[in-house]
């Protein structure tokens, strides 16, 4: 196949890239080239900004030069290009999505978006949230909002990508799939900062603010969200997907693992109102997998890999 991966050079989209080579496939990664942060982008990206430096390409993949939110550059780089699938890994607003659909829809036979847990950020459910609880085709667009102010695609980081995903999936019809992303763990070079926050609060046995009901989430190692990816490129399903490990994660489960790895001691101090630690939910968002699992992919349990996950993370700092 001949795939287009849309920043794919950076944390699990690396992943991606190197397995999909591995697998005889014919990449080609379009960035900026430029190792510098994107401006206004909000913090814990699932693949991240920056969007990566021209040599941190693989040499087996091809490379390509443009801006995304650039369309007439965009057009200019790709040329006469066409790919079986297209896999944008930064995809945030409805415009870029409007935009992508514009210069692919003649280009590819299928758009594959990262997208993510937080198009359910209105959610609050005790059962596992399922795809259908955010139809796309119901979402309003309003390309009219401020999506180049960073402070407001900050604070509508799940709106930007629940409008990314309502422009896809919109008439006429385009055949594509949004992969929601759970919260994403592992890795030497997660960029969050998330793990290190609760290490050191650990260390010095701070306390770690959760709110007063504190609810499980769904968490997916960094390298199974990759082979989820790789499989879901080969696959022709499309529409919206959750993908996520099994056994939802506390903020004790995540604590209690860091502390036997870092030693210290765990406080956890609930409050009613402020700021809470990352990995603490005051509402039940997490997700249902089993579109994904009836699909055909077989998802491991976050018990399997929490301690991996962390050990790389931590042993990177």
Same mark, same amino acid.
Do not use: Q
């Given at each position: 196949m001949n795939i287009l991966i849309i920043g794919g050079n950076r944390y699990f989209g690396k992943r991606l890239t190197a397995r999909l080579l591995e697998s005889g496939h &014919?990449?080609?990664?379009?960035?900026?080239?430029?190792?510098?942060?994107l401006d206004g982008l909000p913090d814990g990206l699932p693949d991240g900004a920056p969007d990566g430096a021209p040599n941190s390409v693989p040499d087996r993949a091809d490379h390509l030069l443009a801006d995304r939110n650039d369309e007439a550059a965009l057009e200019t780089a790709l040329g006469d290009r066409t790919f079986d699938v297209v896999v944008d890994q930064v995809c945030y607003t409805p415009r870029q999505a409007a935009i992508a659909r514009r210069v692919f829809g003649p280009r590819t036979g299928r758009y594959l978006m990262t997208s993510t847990v937080e198009v359910y950020e209105y959610e609050d459910s005790a059962a596992p949230v399922r795809e259908e609880a955010v139809d796309p085709r119901?979402? &309003?667009v309003d390309l009219d909002l401020p999506w180049d102010e960073g402070e407001f695609l900050d604070a509508h980081y799940g709106e930007g990508k629940r409008q990314a995903e309502a422009v896809f999936a919109a008439e006429p019809p385009f055949p594509y799939t949004a992969v929601r992303v759970a919260h994403v763990l592992g890795g030497g070079d997660d960029f969050t900062g998330r793990v290190e926050h609760y290490a050191r609060r650990i260390r010095a046995g701070e306390p770690i603010s959760v709110p007063a009901v504190n609810h499980p989430a769904t968490y997916v190692y960094v390298e199974e969200i990759a082979e989820f990816l790789a499989w879901a490129v080969e696959t022709e399903f499309t529409g919206p997907v959750n993908a996520h490990s099994h056994g939802p994660l506390t903020t004790a489960d995540i604590c209690a693992e860091i502390e036997r790895q870092v030693g210290g001691k765990t406080v956890l101090l609930e409050v009613e109102v402020g700021e809470v630690s990352p990995f603490s939910f005051a509402r039940s968002y997490g997700?249902?997998?089993?579109?994904?699992? &009836?699909?055909?992919?077989s998802f491991s349990n976050s018990a399997q890999w929490l301690p991996q996950a962390l050990s790389e993370t931590l042993g990177a700092r």
């Open positions: &014919a990449v080609t990664i379009l960035n900026r080239g430029s190792s510098r942060v119901t979402v &309003a997700m249902d997998n089993s579109r994904a699992t &009836a699909l055909g992919f």
